[in-house]
T-cell receptor, first 112, second 112 residues
Framework: NAGVTQTPKFRILKIGQSMTLQCTQD?????MYWYRQDPGMGLKLIYY???????DKGEVPNGYNVSRSTTEDFPLRLELAAPSQTSVYFC???????????FGQGTRLTVV | AQSVTQLGSHVSVSEGALVLLRCNYS??????LFWYVQYPNQGLQLLLK??????LVKGINGFEAEFKKSETSFHLTKPSAHMSDAAEYFC??????????FGAGTTVTVRA
């Protein structure tokens, strides 16, 4: 059972570069989320989606963009990478809000 | 607004001793409450959740938590720690239909 799959697992970016973090889920979940995790800060919501074609900002959306063209995929785009975006990024999905969220293994991003 | 406070960023226990992780939330309405565990270099997985009904909730790996509305708390306990319990634990709260707000996390170390 694949669940939530994130790629890549690790990436080093130079300041000003762009990249897309990929996330796909095979559970037919409507809700998908992107979080970033920084030491001692817990997880902060970047963007979320309640279904294909619908996305909205979370707590810390600046510097990121998302799209949701299919139920399965929810890519996160970083434009003009900055050192402040060095973090571990987690994608998650749930059947609906307030139910269990299933997390991917994470992407560790370093911006230098 | 909702927030989650986890008391103590690090907890060290002896193998076989009680594990107690504290979580308090602020909310004007009853929330949905969750505890997640994160093992090194992995994503988060659900330990247990409280939605409605019985206030004492049992989860995986021998953990349980009690929802106390009067104290706005949802503390996590395990009677006897095992070495495999070494991990980071996150309390999370959901009020709205789509967002989970996470505490800063508590790292548990188990001494032999």
């Amino acid at each position: 059972n694949a669940g939530v799959t994130q790629t890549p697992k690790f990436r080093i970016l130079k300041i000003g570069q762009s990249m897309t973090l990929q996330c796909t889920q095979d559970m037919n979940h409507n809700y998908m989320y992107w979080y970033r995790q920084d030491p001692g800060m817990g997880l902060k919501l970047i963007y979320y989606s309640v279904g294909a074609g619908i996305t909205d900002k979370g707590e810390v959306p600046n510097g990121y963009n998302v799209s949701r063209s299919t139920t399965e995929d929810f890519p996160l785009r970083l434009e003009l990478a900055a050192p402040s975006q060095t973090s571990v990024y987690f994608c998650a999905s749930s059947y609906r809000g307030q139910t269990e969220a299933f997390f991917g293994q994470g992407t560790r991003l370093t911006v230098v | 607004a909702q927030s989650v406070t986890q008391l103590g960023s690090h907890v060290s226990v002896s193998e076989g001793a009680l594990v107690l992780l504290r979580c308090n939330y602020s909310s004007s309405v009853p929330p949905y409450l969750f505890w997640y565990v994160q093992y090194p270099n992995q994503g988060l997985q659900l330990l247990l959740k409280y939605t409605t009904g019985a206030t004492l909730v049992k989860g995986i790996n021998g953990f349980e938590a009690e929802f106390k509305k009067s104290e706005t708390s949802f503390h996590l306990t395990k009677p006897s720690a095992h070495m495999s319990d070494a991990a980071e634990y996150f309390c999370a709260v959901s009020l709205s239909d789509y967002k989970l707000s996470f505490g800063a996390g508590t790292t548990v170390t188990v001494r032999a």
